[in-house]
């Protein structure tokens, strides 16, 4: 069984930061891809950044130069940094990660419950 917890999001003022981290943990062998998605109401989730294990990181078009992706290999753990928050990135964001647990010889996609971002203006 694995869970992936998100933490740090909150209601913030445009212009402003915040940090969102994801916890994963249970029986978790190997993380290949941990990333972050979010979803406003009536829209589709949508991909905000990810990270390999070995650090290459891709990101979309409206989280470029603002937003900072990072994990922490041995914690098992990843973190969306996002400066300069825009009244747009309203949504709840979710922590998505392609893992192996332990007994498997698969890796599988797994997802958090998500955490709601909301910017002010």
């Known amino acids: 069984q694995v869970q992936l917890v998100e933490s740090g999001g909150g209601s913030v003022q445009a212009g402003g930061p915040l940090r969102l981290s994801c916890a994963a943990s249970?029986?978790?062998?190997?993380?290949?891809?941990m990333g972050w998605y979010r979803q406003a109401p009536g829209n589709e989730r949508e991909l905000v950044a990810s990270i390999t294990r070995s650090g290459s990181t891709n990101y979309a078009d409206s989280a470029k130069g603002r937003f900072t992706i990072s994990r922490d290999n041995a914690k098992n753990m990843a973190y969306l940094q996002m400066n300069s928050l825009k009244p747009e990135d309203t949504a709840v964001y979710y922590c998505n990660s392609v893992l192996m647990t332990y007994g498997s010889t698969r890796y599988l996609n797994y997802w958090g419950q998500g955490t709601q971002v909301t910017v002010s203006s």
């Open positions: 249970g029986s978790v062998f190997s993380i290949n891809v």
